[in-house]
């Protein structure tokens, strides 16, 4: 595997190396969505494929951290959210909200039946593998 950007410059600071990482993740999905927009692809699209790109297993560009995984999510988050209307949440909320509900639930007892019943793991370890599905 290659040497990270951050040792490359020999960048040793925890802040510094968070502040170009997150330059990076900025520059690189601002970039990557030129060429999402071209092939008419959402933005989110964009910033998976840029997080893929600069991540530690391709260019190794940005460490491997989950404080700068959490930043990109909500990067990402906050991206996807500004396309919600409350009118169209209105219309559409009671059906989203049964379907999103039932999956939830349906996933969680799903993971439990199989973890515990059927693979035959403590029940406590089952719970709460059963609680990470719904997620």
Not at 71 to 89: R, V, W
Not at 110 to 124: A, D, P, Q, T
Request: aromatic share 10%; proline share 4%.
């Amino acid at each position: 595997m290659s040497t990270p950007l951050f040792e490359t410059l020999h960048i040793t600071s925890d802040v510094s190396v968070i502040v170009v990482s997150v330059a990076l993740m900025l520059i690189s999905g601002f970039a990557m969505t030129r060429i999402t927009k071209r092939l008419r692809l959402p933005n989110v699209t964009a910033y998976i494929v840029a997080g893929i790109l600069i991540g530690p297993y391709c260019f190794n560009l940005i460490p491997a951290r989950s404080f700068i995984a959490d930043i990109a999510l909500a990067l990402i988050a906050f991206s996807t959210g500004e396309f919600f209307k409350f009118s169209t949440l209105k219309k559409s909320g009671p059906k989203v909200l049964i379907i999103t509900v039932m999956e939830a639930c349906l996933a969680s007892i799903l993971v439990f039946i199989v973890v515990y019943f059927i693979l035959g793991l403590e029940l406590n370890f089952s719970i709460v593998l059963a609680a990470l599905a719904s997620a």
